[in-house]
């Protein structure tokens, strides 16, 4: 018989309130959460693991070599046609567009000054144009800002060098010396693939040292010389293209002149890799 209260409603007979049904959404929106915390919080050290901490004006890595460094040196010494300045632009371009992310490049110019090893001009990294970026975990706008910085200084400035006036001397071995010790030699350099780049019409001229325009040397002849143990420098395991500015009243320039170019280079560890005509002169 059903017990009663004393108001004589039938009793609960003790019974609980069932609370599994109702916790089991809380228990799932509990797991949600945590799973999304744990995949927000992985995403954020991934991005933060990506982070490369950067120069504000080179763009380049602080706590890391670069990926690659190369050098182009610009022999302005005679004014370039219009022709060959459009054909040189368009080779930079190229160049810059061939550098990996992080990889650096620097510009020099043959000597003007008298100086005895010239300075790089512009030192830049490529910043990456962020295509290769996940939208989720980093920021490829930032990037694509950065690298259009960078390939608009970079232009503006080759142009702008390429119009400086002629000068009367063309110290290209001194160049090559100082690109080799301000640059391939430094420590930080070490085991990063280089690539050099010489805008010339190769006419080393240093009146009371050498100049090609009163003929080219047999490269053994110069090699024994004091002069050669002067201006050398140590270019091992470097690739080097010519971008060889043709002078046609020039009859000193040809095969014979570029095999010069190429022993020289040899000579100091490096390999020329490429010979590119610019004609239009």
Request: hydrophobic share 40%; glycine share 8%.
């Amino acid at each position: 018989m059903p017990l009663r209260d004393r108001y004589g409603t039938r009793a609960s007979g003790g019974s609980r309130p069932s609370t599994g049904r109702s916790s089991a959404p809380l228990y799932a929106l509990a797991a949600t959460l945590a799973a999304l915390t744990a995949l927000l919080g992985g995403l954020y050290w991934k991005g933060e693991s990506l982070k490369v901490e950067i120069d504000k004006v080179t763009l380049c890595p602080i706590k890391r070599a670069p990926a690659e460094v190369l050098v182009v040196l610009l022999d302005v010494s005679d004014q370039l046609s219009e022709p060959q300045l459009i054909k040189i632009e368009n080779e930079v371009e190229r160049l810059r567009d061939s550098l990996p992310r992080w990889g650096r490049i620097e510009i020099y110019v043959v000597s003007r000054g008298g100086e005895r090893l010239t300075v790089p001009v512009i030192q830049r990294c490529n910043p990456g144009t962020g295509d290769d970026m996940n939208e989720i975990y980093q920021n490829p706008d930032l990037a694509q800002k950065r690298w259009q910085t960078f390939a608009q200084e970079l232009r503006d400035r080759i142009t702008a060098l390429m119009q400086l006036p002629d000068t009367g001397t063309s110290p290209i071995f001194e160049s090559i010396q100082a690109i080799s010790l301000r640059t391939f030699d430094r420590p930080d350099m070490d085991g990063v693939p280089k690539r050099l780049v010489v805008v010339s019409d190769l006419m080393q001229n240093v009146p009371g040292s050498l100049s090609h325009y009163r003929g080219v040397p047999e490269f053994d002849e110069f090699a024994a010389s004091t002069y050669f143990s002067k201006v050398r420098g140590d270019l091992d395991g470097v690739d080097v293209t010519l971008l060889y500015l043709n002078r046609s009243e020039l009859p000193v320039q040809g095969t014979e002149h570029i095999s010069f170019w190429v022993q020289y280079f040899a000579a100091q560890g490096a390999a020329v890799h490429e010979v590119k005509k610019v004609f239009g002169d």
